[in-house]
T-cell receptor, first 114, second 116 residues
Framework: AQSVTQPDIHITVSEGASLELRCNYS??????LFWYVQSPGQGLQLLLK??????LVQGIKGFEAEFKRSQSSFNLRKPSVHWSDAAEYFC????????????FGGGTRVLVKP | DVKVTQSSRYLVKRTGEKVFLECVQD?????MFWYRQDPGLGLRLIYF???????EKGDIPEGYSVSREKKERFSLILESASTNQTSMYLC???????????????FGPGTRLLVL
């Protein structure tokens, strides 16, 4: 069964500092991987996704993520955070074969200090 | 822009009440989903539907049912609400049947349900 672990429940970062959110997945084949963001009072919005090809994926809002098969990881990064990046971030894995289910991690809440 | 709307942002219900949560999407998507979001547990799939009148159980269907009579509308029903169903409920949609695990899902703002 596929699974996703986000080891950090909370992260606090200063505005302008870099941010890295960890995501580890368990899946038998090459997965489809996603990062979603949930701003306060809002639904989830897709930041980026990885299917195949270049392992460094660029997303919206200046985010990027790197797929590392050997480490079963898909970590999200941003070089310089803005106060508006305070939100909860979810990593999700879908199967390599067509199907209907996404499995989400537990989420990481990011707080941004001025 | 894809828009997914949910009928209520906040609901307070009593134990044993029948509760209806409504979701509407305006992008002619085939797939619709109901998730439950709890702190530390992320999102867990309750039910999804890939066509009108079609539904499949997700990971935690117990205590819930769904209805999809029209393509744009997907309802979640709590037949007899219990306190352990206090949670945030998120609706989502995506376009292609059979490929929901590979494509972007579009989410509504959520309904925060409190069962007393």
């Amino acid at each position: 069964a596929q699974s996703v672990t986000q080891p950090d429940i909370h992260i606090t970062v200063s505005e302008g500092a870099s941010l890295e959110l960890r995501c580890n997945y368990s899946y038998g084949a090459t997965p489809y991987l996603f990062w979603y963001v949930q701003s306060p009072g809002q639904g989830l919005q897709l930041l980026l996704k990885y299917f195949s090809g270049d392992t460094l994926v660029q997303g919206i809002k200046g985010f990027e993520a790197e797929f590392k098969r050997s480490q079963s990881s898909f970590n999200l990064r941003k070089p310089s955070v803005h106060w508006s990046d305070a939100a909860e971030y979810f990593c999700a894995v879908g199967g390599g074969a067509a199907g209907n289910k996404l499995t989400f991690g537990g989420g990481t809440r990011v707080l941004v200090k001025p | 822009d894809v828009k997914v709307t949910q009928s209520s942002r906040y609901l307070v219900k009593r134990t044993g009440e029948k509760v209806f949560l409504e979701c509407v999407q305006d992008m002619d998507h085939e797939n619709m989903f109901w998730y439950r979001q709890d702190p530390g547990l992320g999102l867990r799939l309750i039910y999804f539907s890939y066509d009108v009148k079609m539904k499949e159980k997700g990971d935690i269907p117990e205590g819930y049912s769904v209805s999809r009579e029209k393509k744009e509308r997907f309802s979640l029903i709590l037949e007899s609400a219990s306190t352990n169903q206090t949670s945030m409920y998120l609706c989502a949609s995506s376009s292609t049947p059979g490929r929901a695990n590979q494509e972007t899902q579009y989410f509504g703002p959520g309904t925060r349900l409190l069962v007393l």
